[in-house]
């Protein structure tokens, strides 16, 4: 029976990464991240990665991204390997990557004028796509000027504007209060479901994961941190991030997700305190 995904390959693909880094307080001390990851995204595919702290959730996506090169394994775009940085996506910081010196409009155009594109487009595309996450007229604002959310709005059009086939995202929302951040879910679910984009997301709320997501991938307490499960999400779209968490379904999935996320939170907390011992 057909799965329903896409024939052709993932828009991005990590087959069997690993990735060491040497410690050169600790006498070039190895510490493995990331051990024998596999990891998919198709395209339009919405896909999120839990995990406790420090677990390498950021380092994989980091991978993807061509910002750090896996010490094994291969990462493959749209069936090509992955040489340098990864051009076909657009990455969401989890800090604010605005300029302060450059108006809201300024840093949506910045992008695409590094493409080359002539400044008259770029404007009036930026434009375009600080309407689209309703900041139409703010575009001469500083980012000091803007509200926390107004400023992932955008960041948010500044990644988009691109047009990437690709969108990785680093916990964009963790520093939001708890209705700013519903709202942005929102936007993000509503634009992706006009552009249907592939999404790599990372986040550490479960509930964030299960209300935006096609499928979740739990993660293992770091060292050597590796897949551990695999959810197909199965709650119908168009969702509200709000109103879904009252499905029944939903509950459901959380239970299942946490019994295999709950250990290794545990055993990350522990790791973080016999670090600060």
């Given at each position: 029976m057909s799965s329903g995904r896409p024939s052709g390959p993932p828009a991005l693909a990590l087959d069997d990464v690993s990735v060491t880094f040497r410690s050169r307080v600790e006498g070039e001390q190895r510490y493995t991240a990331v051990a024998h990851t596999t990891l998919r995204v198709d395209a339009g595919e919405f896909v999120s990665v839990v995990g406790p702290t420090g677990c390498g959730k950021s380092t994989l996506l980091n991978v993807g991204a061509g910002l750090l090169q896996p010490s094994s394994g291969e990462v493959r775009v749209f069936g090509e390997p992955l040489a340098g940085i990864n051009r076909r996506a657009g990455y969401m910081f989890q800090s604010d990557a605005l300029m302060p010196w450059?108006?809201?409009?300024?840093?949506?155009?910045?992008?695409?004028?590094?493409?080359?594109?002539?400044?008259?487009?770029?404007?009036?595309?930026?434009?375009?796509?600080?309407?689209?996450?309703?900041?139409?007229?703010?575009?001469?604002?500083?980012?000091?000027?803007?509200?926390?959310?107004?400023?992932?709005?955008?960041a948010l059009a500044q990644v988009l504007a691109l047009d990437p086939d690709i969108i990785l995202m680093d916990e964009p929302f963790s520093a939001l209060d708890v209705q700013t951040r519903q709202l942005m879910e929102n936007e993000v679910l509503a634009l992706w479901a006009a552009k249907r984009k592939a999404v790599l997301f990372i986040t550490h709320d479960l509930?964030?994961?299960?209300?935006?997501?096609?499928?979740?991938?739990?993660?293992?307490?770091?060292?050597?941190?590796?897949?551990?499960?695999?959810?197909?999400?199965?709650?119908?779209?168009?969702?509200?991030?709000?109103?879904?968490?009252?499905?029944?379904?939903?509950?459901?999935?959380?239970?299942?997700?946490?019994?295999?996320?709950?250990?290794?939170?545990?055993?990350?907390?522990?790791?973080?305190?016999?670090?600060?011992?």
């Open positions: 450059r108006s809201a409009l300024d840093n949506v155009m910045v992008g695409l004028q590094y493409r080359g594109m002539p400044d008259g487009e770029a404007r009036a595309l930026a434009q375009d796509w600080l309407a689209r996450v309703g900041l139409a007229g703010f575009g001469d604002r500083y980012p000091h000027q803007l509200s926390g959310g107004m400023r992932k709005r955008t509930d964030e994961a299960i209300a935006m997501s096609d499928r979740v991938v739990v993660l293992s307490a770091g060292p050597a941190t590796r897949p551990i499960g695999e959810f197909e999400i199965d709650l119908p779209r168009p969702r509200d991030v709000a109103e879904v968490r009252t499905d029944p379904r939903f509950v459901e999935w959380h239970a299942r997700i946490w019994a295999v996320l709950r250990d290794e939170v545990l055993k990350g907390y522990a790791q973080q305190l016999r670090k600060a011992a």
